[in-house]
């Protein structure tokens, strides 16, 4: 029985390896890249959650508020967005 417990382990270190071989290497990212991933991320993440208590309310005044956040963050992504690009340019 202990055969087939260890069979089965090496079995999925096996597998294991082999699914880390296939993933593709990471990029090295500055701390600036890094920090604008998490801002954008972020962004998208607040741009959700806005969108969806829009859809869900009934209330005007809070429909309205929900539609400048949500043009704000839209703002503040398209902004981002640019920047990015530049550090990218920037990086090469």
Known sequence: ???????????????????EQKAPPKPHLSPEQIQRLREKENLELSLTR????????ANPRYQEMMRKALADLEGKL?????AKKAVAVAAR
């Open 1 to 19: 029985m202990a055969r087939g417990w260890e069979s089965k382990s090496v079995e999925a270190q096996i597998e294991s390896a082999a699914g």
């Open 50 to 57: 806005v969108q969806r208590e829009l859809a869900s309310s």
């Open 78 to 82: 398209a902004r981002l967005e640019p």
